[in-house]
């Protein structure tokens, strides 16, 4: 459905896409990652024909998606810098891009949408008094208006509370099972990309640095974390110290009762507790740590921050 | 769509209306005053080019005005990247802002134009008899001409950064805006508005315009895109 091949972008001279290339299946969530100027803007702009590729293409069911007006009907786009225009209601907003998109039964979709997105009772209200987080559902509600195949959304979540967050993630779980939309999100929130998406490519320098199932990163080898529980909690500090000089460990922090380490490679479990024990902690349970994506993260781009 | 929407914008805000109003008073004001200070010149014979020039002053200078609001307002906050990721093109934008700044420009030229001419006549006593030539250029020549400037504008702000387009703002459209309401000022009441006139600036304006959509159509998305603030 959506094919990156071999994508480059050059901006007077300095690469901020450097031979990116992925593949998104239909009614797949895709989660776009990547540290502040990464590239995951520019990725954007490239998929959507806003910047034109030095090289490379973007495939959008099979055609190249730059300036193809057909395409761009099928496509729902939310932006980091969403459309605002602060003198038109949230309804007359709506109404302007549904008359763009063509559509059919304009009025009982706005109707719908915002009902959806709580904000019928705002719907006759200037958009520029709007708070950030009613104009980002204002935005995703836009996005969704002509019931795209594939929504591209920037940091869909951002100023949003806690509640509308959740409704946001379910909202994409649910266009992705149920109405087998694509979606390609692009976010910082490692805990939302881990909720939501099946498949994550993480970016950075504007080359991919893994790309894979989110299954398969969350199991890959890699490094190792474990989480020791002293007998005594009140030393969990003094461990900290202790394991942040031992050579087999990467890194350790105190986290309420218990101690986590990242282990380097080669470094045996067993060998650390005896360690513990020789200097005289005792530990009443050691349990492998459950890796996250933040973790899997921090290691990919903190490697390659280390490398570079 | 994009006209329909521009104006409810445009109609909707405040600042744009009393500026239209306040303007057309102003300049209407200053027009009949120095029309009714020149000696020996005939109501009949110049209210043709006061008409002509206030009008033209009027609208070019709201349109200048209201450009700002429409064009670069979109840009800078960015909500044009979203307007071209959907089904419409950069030309479709460009004309559905140009029809609408033209249309609330135009409306106040005329607002001003019939304000000063009613001043005039009830100044001097009598009512003044409009050309068919100054007719012509009023209702159907002044639009495509506000349309032209407005377009240029509008093309230029497109393709600029915000800093460029503060300075051809400055460098180039408020000096011809200086020389249009000084060349007015200046020849109002020895100039006669005639048929060539109205016919050759008709032809020019078209050409200006074709020639315009023709270089928006031209532009990348991408420098539009790459210029936002």
Not at chain 1, 168 to 186: E, G, H, K
Not at chain 1, 246 to 268: C, F, I, M, N, Y
Not at chain 2, 15 to 22: K, R
Not at chain 2, 191 to 198: A, I, R, Y
């Amino acid at each position: 459905m959506l094919e990156v091949r071999n994508l480059v972008k050059t901006f007077k001279g300095r690469t901020v896409v450097n031979n990116l290339s992925f593949l998104v299946g239909e009614g797949e969530v895709f989660g776009f990652l990547g540290p502040n100027g990464a590239g995951k803007t520019t990725t954007m702009r490239l998929m959507l024909g806003l910047l034109r590729p030095t090289s490379g293409d973007v495939l959008l069911w099979g055609q190249p998606a730059e300036r193809h007006t057909e395409v761009r009907r099928r496509v729902g786009v939310l932006l980091e810098t969403d459309g605002v225009y602060p003198r038109l209601s949230a309804h007359d907003k709506l109404a302007y891009f549904g008359r763009i998109y063509g559509v059919q039964g304009l009025e009982t979709r706005i109707g719908q949408l915002l009902d959806f997105a709580g904000l019928s009772e705002r719907r006759h209200d200037k958009v520029g008094t709007f708070s950030r987080g009613m104009r980002r559902k204002l935005g995703l509600v836009r996005a969704l208006l002509h019931s795209p195949d594939i929504l591209l959304l920037d940091e869909p979540s951002a100023g949003l509370d806690p509640e509308s967050q959740k409704k946001v993630r379910d909202l994409i779980v649910t266009l992705s099972s149920q109405s087998q939309i694509t979606v390609f999100l692009n976010s910082h929130d490692l805990d939302e990309v881990q909720r939501i998406c099946g498949r994550v490519a993480i970016i950075q320098e504007g080359k991919i640095r893994a790309c894979d199932t989110l299954k398969a990163l969350l199991s890959a080898p890699g490094t190792r974390m474990v989480e020791l529980v002293p007998t005594d909690v009140s030393r969990c500090d003094e461990m900290v110290d202790f394991l942040r000089r031992h050579e087999g460990v990467a890194e350790a922090s105190s986290d309420a009762g218990s101690v986590l380490v990242t282990l380097r490679p080669r470094q045996k479990t067993m060998a650390l507790v005896s360690s513990l024990e020789e200097y005289g902690i005792e530990l009443e349970e050691v349990r492998r740590a459950k890796r996250s994506l933040e973790d899997i993260y921090l290691e990919i781009v903190g490697r390659e921050e280390r490398c570079g | 769509m994009v006209m329909g929407k521009e104006l409810r914008e445009l109609a909707g805000s405040k600042s744009a209306i009393v500026m239209g109003a306040l303007f057309a008073l102003a300049f209407g004001s200053m027009y009949s005053l120095r029309l009714n200070s020149l000696p020996g010149i005939s109501l009949e014979s110049s209210i043709g080019s006061l008409l002509f020039f206030l009008t033209t002053v009027l609208g070019v200078f709201l349109g200048y005005t209201y450009t700002g609001q429409v064009f670069l307002r979109e840009k800078m906050d960015a909500v044009i990247e979203t307007l071209l990721c959907s089904p419409i093109t950069l030309r479709d934008i460009w004309i559905g802002k140009t029809l609408a700044i033209t249309a609330l420009a135009h409306a106040f030229a005329l607002v001003g134009g019939v304000l000063c001419a009613l001043v005039v006549s009830f100044r001097s006593g009598s009512v003044g008899v409009l050309g068919g030539a100054v007719i012509v250029y009023v209702i159907v020549v002044l639009p495509a001409l506000i349309a032209c400037f407005v377009g240029a504008l509008g093309c230029s702000q497109f393709l600029l950064g915000m800093k460029e387009n503060r300075i051809v703002s400055l460098v180039v459209f408020a000096p011809l805006f200086a020389i249009l309401y000084g060349v007015g000022y200046g020849t109002m009441g020895s100039f006669v508005v005639t048929w060539l006139q109205v016919a050759l600036l008709a032809a020019g304006v078209v050409v200006v315009l074709m020639g315009l959509s023709y270089a928006v159509g031209r532009i990348r998305i991408e420098r539009v895109v790459t210029t936002l603030s």
